[in-house]
């Protein structure tokens, strides 16, 4: 079954934001979220909520909330994923500005007020807010720094992203022009979908806007699939797969010079070498023990990595010489290359 449910019949009017939101199984955390889009203190926007094939009381909640405010438009599908969830999404949008909100996380309730306000402001393609993490109970975790106010270009946005600097991969937490999408999708049925995607879509913007006022609270319980200790190796051999599509989207970036380049591939090597070197004894993803024979794959994969961005198979024994390797190497691109 693929339907839009009446709500979301076509108006003429077309608003300002789309939020996409996509559901699945979310009954315990759906009306919050919704709540926190229904109260904003901006008012003109639409919530694309997608229902992907819920088996507790999502749909009937979504319903509900449909009923309640006529800005929601409701459509439910067979489940397919929340990349494909999103894909949709992007696809049903009225508006020419999107905004993705998971249906476990909220917003805080002047977030598209003053993301929108943001962008307009400082004429930019892509606004971001900061974000807080916390548990169910309300408990929030200590995040790493992030980007200070002001505005920088879709390049530098881009290398933030690859080096997991100040400004990450997530969908959430920012409001994007629509037509950066065009001619890229979250891949469908697959790990990681962020992480493979909105780095290229900070490459294609030209103005990138940044607040560190919070408008975003990121939930985490156990129910989530980057949380769930039952699936970290394949999430870790995914994100192994997906560390060197980044790495090859670099190189073959005509934008990037080939200092920046090099200093990439530089800190690609050292990355995993720091990972290949912990991930035997240190729980890199989880507090939950692991088993052994996992954990054997995990560093076999990480070593397989390093070797093909390295050129060459690298063997634990070898990792302090190339460590140093790239030290020297380091200080020559910077003197050298351009």
Known sequence: ????????????????????VPAFNAEKFLSRCLQSLAA???????VILINDGSKDNTL???????????????????????????????????ASRIMFVDSDDYLELNAVELLLRLKEEKKAQIALG???????KGKRYPLH??????VISGKKAYLEALYDLRIQNFNCMKIFDKVLFDGI?????DFLEDYQTIYKVFLRAKRFAITSQIVYHYV????????????????????????????????????????????YRIYCIRKLIRLASTLSWQDWFFDNERKPEDVEIAVQKTQET???????EVRPEDYERVVKQTVKKKILVRLFYW
């Open 60 to 94: 009937a909640l979504a319903e509900d909330w449909a009923r309640r405010d006529s800005r929601i438009r409701l459509f439910s599908q067979e489940n397919r994923g929340p990349a494909a969830t999103r894909n949709r999404g992007i696809r049903e949008a009225h």
């Open 40 to 46: 904003q203190t901006y008012p003109d926007f639409e």
């Open 130 to 136: 900061w974000y807080v993490k916390e548990n169910l």
């Open 306 to 312: 390093i070797g093909r961005i390295y050129g060459r």
């Open 220 to 263: 985490v319980h156990d129910e989530s699939v980057l949380n769930n200790k039952d699936t970290w190796l394949k999430l870790h051999c995914k994100w192994l797969e997906v560390f060197v599509q980044r790495y090859e989207h670099a190189m073959s970036a005509s934008i990037l010079s080939r200092r920046e380049k090099q200093l």
């Open 1 to 20: 079954m693929n339907r839009a449910h009446a709500s979301s019949t076509q108006t003429s009017r077309i608003p300002h934001l789309s939020i996409i």
């Open 145 to 150: 720094q992030q980007a200070p106010d002001g």
């Open 185 to 189: 999708q979250f891949p469908e049925g």
